[in-house]
T-cell receptor, first 117, second 114 residues
Framework: EAQVTQNPRYLITVTGKKLTVTCSQN?????MSWYRQDPGLGLRQIYY???????DKGDVPEGYKVSRKEKRNFPLILESPSPNQTSLYFC????????????????FGNGTRLTVT | AQSVTQPDIHITVSEGASLELRCNYS??????LFWYVQSPGQGLQLLLK??????LVQGIKGFEAEFKRSQSSFNLRKPSVHWSDAAEYFC????????????FGIGTKLQVIP
């Protein structure tokens, strides 16, 4: 089954304790992205990756890191989490526009709810 | 810069009633437009998309949306709402160039009452 898998689904941590949220897709998608969802703000892009070893900042990258060492995985790293990073996080993937005529929606994982105390 | 406005944060409708969720976008070129639905505890699922051609697009679960360039709108409609449609709905626009950034609206939460 084609899917984007995030782990963990729920995570409670303390300020300053490094954590990693994993994301894996089995659709051979080149494009992957991380979003955070906050009430009244919708989804905001944190980082994205167009391909292996190619990553770039989205709209709200501060406090986050990512890596893309292989096509299927795109982990989100919080080196020193703070309470303002308490949020619902989504990973998404899709094929690049160049591969098919714009017929490529984002596929989302089920989300990771992070609480930083 | 592209932007998406969903003016209704919450909407309540009775089961069986018709539904229209509003979406307005701001984008210089022909937009690629999407509607996604998020059920509680789930990720976002694509309902429908518009890229070109017929301005009335059909999606899953009986939803449709109409692209109106003159009004910069892409409203989502359903003739008869079911209780299972209670969810949050997001409109999104994708840039056609660059890295194809997707901008989401803030979402509309739909409540369905019996």
């Amino acid at each position: 089954e084609a899917q984007v898998t995030q782990n963990p689904r729920y995570l409670i941590t303390v300020t300053g304790k490094k954590l990693t949220v994993t994301c894996s897709q089995n659709m051979n998608h080149e494009y992957m992205s991380w979003y955070r969802q906050d009430p009244g703000l919708g989804l905001r892009q944190i980082y994205y990756s167009m391909n292996v070893e190619v990553t770039d900042k989205g709209d709200v990258p501060e406090g986050y890191k990512v890596s893309r060492k292989e096509k299927r995985n795109f982990p989100l790293i919080l080196e020193s989490p703070s309470p303002n990073q308490t949020s619902l996080y989504f990973c998404a993937s899709r094929t690049p526009l160049k591969d098919r005529a714009a017929n490529s929606p984002l596929h989302f994982g089920n989300g990771t709810r992070l609480t930083v105390t | 810069a592209q932007s998406v406005t969903q003016p209704d944060i919450h909407i309540t409708v009775s089961e069986g009633a018709s539904l229209e969720l509003r979406c307005n976008y701001s984008y210089g070129a022909t937009p690629y437009l999407f509607w996604y639905v998020q059920s509680p505890g789930q990720g976002l699922q694509l309902l429908l998309k518009y890229f070109s051609g017929d301005t009335l697009v059909q999606g899953i679960k009986g939803f449709e949306a109409e692209f109106k360039r003159s009004q910069s709108s892409f409203n989502l409609r359903k003739p008869s709402v079911h209780w299972s449609d209670a969810a949050e709905y997001f409109c999104a626009v994708r840039h056609s160039g660059g890295y194809q950034k997707v901008t989401f609206g803030i979402g509309t939460k739909l409540q369905v009452i019996p």
